[in-house]
């Protein structure tokens, strides 16, 4: 990451890139609400692509599932969020505006409230007098109070509280109401778990920091049920299988960590969790995916409000048990974030200044540029044709406008690893030059080999 990087220069590089815009931007936007453009969406899949690929296609433990998003409430008692899905919401009767009781503490005092009543909260805000509104320094507060975090809507054409539905806070609940079905049909035996990617929703009281915390957005969530007993080992080998992921795709060994979480920031229903953490410009260190041990909970809690038997008996013991649940979760939407800024970069070359994404060849956008050094015939039409040949493999740019020199720095700055270029030699050796985003180096090689030695470079 460079020195020099900021959220600022970040969120301008994102929108000028094509990586993300603000949703909604002709009528003013809509706070916490992204779109993700052309090459936004091309990373974001293939940061899913392959979290999925390791997740699911590289293990015979594993299968994937989609639930939907809005699922009968009671899926939501039982769970707990009904009741407890809450932030503690203050008020500034000077300003209007709404925070988080917990983070309006910490951030004027440093105190960590996390876990305390809305009482406690309250007396806190009311005694301290380092607590103030960031606005305008008032120290009018209305009383702390829980806010339930999740989406309220109606399903049918009447709006009563019979109708009542909630759009889903986490994608992890369709895994277990469905853990039956997936173990009658899928024939997986424990240890096994069970993949899921998709739309959440949760109604942040103070979202923000760009793509960091929005009120929609993806998780990627996998559920492995193990034996009772065996759940710290499991639980130890996914840190450490999560954590070395991001160091797979390049990530900087010194912008991530892991934690532990306290008994405070802990969910209540887990015996242990761990969180893999990125240093971020914004915020310093935060959470980049969490590692938790769920135990048997889930499955206890839906077996009594359903009256469903979740017990799994192993076939070759005759031993029965509800299984426990280790759970790594994480988001694409925070992925991306923490993998562009990472790569970001801003160096000089041969006098000039250079900005440029080095991210993974896998994570890239653009996979490879293919340019002609001319319009001129037969040399367009080659690297025309060598084009349409590699573009069914993998997103492939063809560009022909401007400098040799600007071009190569517009997929620099686009984190596409890999540019080839067409020249009037061609014509005669049929051969092009492969030149690499980060060192900079050129090989030259058959033109009939272009495809294999680019699947050879991208999936090293």
């Not at 392959?50 to 939907?68: K, Q, T």
């Not at 306290?262 to 590692?291: C, K, M, Q």
């Not at 070359?349 to 890239?364: D, F, I, N, T």
Request: hydrophobic share 35%; glycine share 6%; net charge negative.
């Amino acid at each position: 990451m460079s020195q020099t990087v900021s959220m600022d220069k970040i969120v301008a590089f994102c929108k000028r890139r094509g990586f993300v815009y603000q949703s909604s931007e002709i009528y003013g936007g809509i706070r916490s609400s992204y779109d993700y453009g052309p090459l936004g969406v091309e990373m974001k899949r293939n940061i899913k692509d392959e979290w999925w690929r390791s997740m699911v296609y590289a293990r015979d433990d594993v299968v994937g599932f989609d639930s939907a998003i809005i699922m009968h409430p009671k899926v939501w008692e039982a769970s707990g969020h009904v009741e407890t899905f809450n932030d503690m919401l203050v008020e500034s009767r000077s300003s209007g505006r709404r925070y988080r009781a917990d983070h309006l503490i910490e951030e004027a005092t440093g105190m960590e409230v996390e876990g305390l009543s809305p009482e406690e909260l309250t007396r806190i805000i009311q005694e301290d007098e380092r607590i103030k509104d960031p606005v305008d320094g008032g120290r009018d507060f209305t009383p702390v109070r829980p806010f339930n975090l999740m989406f309220e809507t109606y399903t049918g054409p009447v709006k009563s509280p019979e109708n009542v539905a909630y759009l889903r806070p986490e994608t992890a609940q369709g895994i277990f109401v469905n853990f039956k079905n997936i173990l009658q049909t899928s024939r997986v035996k424990v240890p096994f778990g069970v993949a899921q990617q998709g739309k959440s929703f949760r109604n942040e009281i103070t979202p923000g920091n760009f793509i960091f915390r929005t009120r929609e957005f993806e998780q990627m969530e996998m559920e492995f049920f193990v034996k009772p007993g065996t759940d710290e080992e499991w639980h130890e080998y996914w840190i450490e299988e999560r954590y070395e992921w991001y160091l797979r795709l390049g990530m900087n060994p010194e912008n991530i960590r892991k934690r532990e979480q306290s008994d405070e920031e802990r969910a209540h229903y887990a015996t242990r969790g761990v969180d893999i953490e990125y240093n971020f410009p914004f915020a310093g260190w935060s959470e980049l995916e969490g590692i938790a041990n769920r135990t048997d909970y889930d499955l206890k809690k839906h077996a009594a409000y359903s009256g469903t038997n979740f017990t799994y008996t192993d076939q070759a013991t005759g031993e029965s048990f509800i299984p426990y649940v280790i759970e790594p979760a994480a988001g694409p939407d925070r992925m991306m974030l923490a993998f562009i800024v990472d790569a970001y970069t801003e160096e000089e070359v041969a006098g000039e200044k250079r900005v440029v994404l080095k991210l993974h060849p896998r994570l890239a956008p653009t996979k490879a540029a293919v340019f002609p050094l001319t319009r001129k015939e037969p040399v367009a039409t080659i690297a025309r044709r060598l084009y349409e040949d590699l573009r069914g493999d993998y997103r492939v740019f063809y560009d022909e406008s401007g400098s040799i020199g600007r071009r190569y720095r517009r997929q620099d700055e686009a984190g596409t690893p890999y540019c080839v270029t067409v020249d009037f030699d061609t014509i005669e050796d049929r051969k092009v030059t492969i030149r690499d985003r980060d060192t900079l180096q050129q090989e030259r090689i058959p033109i009939e080999g272009v495809r294999e030695r680019l699947k050879e470079l991208i999936s090293g």
